[in-house]
C-alpha cells in the first residue's frame, strides 16, 4: 500500500528512491581542422571529384568541409594533399599585385 504518496518506488517512504542512471556515452571528439590542401590554401575547384587511399569519388568541397570539421584523422590530413593538389586545384592563381604596398591597386613606383 502506497497510503496515497505518488513517487511510482513502490514502498511506502515519502522521499522517492533514485534509481541508478548510466552516464552518456561522450560523443567522439573531433580531431583538430585540415586544411586538405595543406599549408593554408583553398580548395579552387569544389566540384572536382577526387580518389585517395580509402576514399573514392569525393568532391573536393565536401572533402574540405570534413577537414574543416574535424572528420579527417591528423594521418590522414597529411597525405591527402599529395592525392588532390591538382584536381581541386590548391594552388590558386595568384592575384595580381599592383607592387607598390598601399593596397590601392595602382602602381604609383612607391618602392
Known amino acids: ?33 585540415c586544411d586538405i590542401c595543406g599549408n593554408g590554401r583553398p580548395v579552387g575547384n569544389p566540384n572536382g571529384i577526387v580518389n ?19 572528420s579527417i584523422t591528423p594521418s590522414e590530413c597529411l597525405i591527402i594533399p599529395g592525392f588532390i593538389t591538382e584536381t581541386c586545384q ?11 604596398d598601399d593596397d590601392d591597386n595602382e602602381d604609383d613606383d612607391d618602392d
Open 90 to 100: 590548391c594552388n590558386p592563381i595568384p592575384v595580381e599585385d599592383d607592387d607598390d
Open 1 to 33: 500500500d502506497d497510503s496515497g504518496d505518488d513517487d511510482d518506488d513502490d514502498d511506502d517512504d515519502s522521499v522517492p528512491v533514485l534509481r541508478p542512471t548510466f552516464a552518456p556515452i561522450p560523443a567522439s571528439v573531433p580531431f583538430p581542422a
Open 52 to 70: 585517395y587511399p580509402g576514399e573514392t569519388g569525393v568532391r573536393c568541397g565536401d572533402l574540405q568541409s570534413a577537414g574543416l570539421n574535424g
